[in-house]
């Protein structure tokens, strides 16, 4: 089912929301990509892909997060073929080991003890997918597939067990990547980041922008409501 979360229609003059020539949808259920998305002024609808999230055997995790990224973003555009799909994965990267979204408590705990006192990495990759623009007339050819990613780093300082476990009992971490929200409850402990914000919310929102632009989507007639 397609759920209508962007903006209506508006030029795309600084300040105003982006327009589109077909729909952007986005293959997430995420709320905080939505949020990001419409904060940005960029008209979407969401269809979530339900791909299972896991890496590889021997995966790299940049590679993790992208082919992620384009599974969700090419199972959807299979059934949208006229629009445009924005996929999207989130990981945290802890010497080598890549970090989802935890299934219990006990992995939430795990997670947040290999983090405390360290510098890891989040890696959000990111992948457009759907039919391409003609220059001139604008009318839609042959589709594309465009997928990058983007790092930042997150240092955290020593948690005690004590304040894991205060933080595991509000539920925040349990359906967030590495087991915490950079944005809720532990930006109490986040002292210094290096690269995208957003990237670590969920979306780098300013690599997507430039996406759009770049592969001339600044029309989407049925995009936002």
């Keep these: 089912m397609i759920l209508t979360g962007g903006v209506g229609r508006q030029t795309s003059d600084v300040g105003r929301p982006l327009q589109f020539d077909a729909m952007l949808i986005l293959a997430s259920a995420s709320p905080r990509r939505q949020e990001l998305l419409r904060n940005a002024g960029i008209p979407f609808s969401v269809f979530p892909s339900n791909i299972t999230e896991a890496p590889l055997d021997g995966e790299a995790p940049r590679q993790c997060a992208e082919r992620l990224a384009r599974e969700k973003a090419l199972a959807v555009s299979r059934q949208q073929p006229a629009d445009v799909v924005l996929g999207a994965d989130t990981i945290v990267v802890v010497d080598g080991e890549i970090l989802g979204k935890p299934c219990d408590a006990t992995d939430a705990m795990r997670m947040l003890r290999l983090l405390s ?53 509000t539920d925040e971490p349990m359906d967030k990547a590495g087991a915490y929200a950079i944005q809720g409850i532990a930006s109490r402990w986040i002292p210094r ?32 409501g």
Excluded: W
């Design 117 to 169: 006192g360290r510098t890891h990495q989040v890696i959000t990759g990111v992948c457009l997918a759907g039919p391409s623009l003609r220059t001139g007339n604008q009318k839609l050819e042959t589709g594309f597939e465009d997928t990058r990613s983007e790092t930042t780093l997150v240092t955290l300082p020593t948690l005690t067990d004590e304040d894991i476990r205060s933080y595991i009992a």
């Design 193 to 224: 980041i290096e690269g995208d914000y957003f990237n670590v919310v969920g979306l780098p929102v300013a690599l997507v922008y430039e996406m759009l632009k770049e592969h001339g989507l600044h029309g989407l007639d049925r995009a936002g």
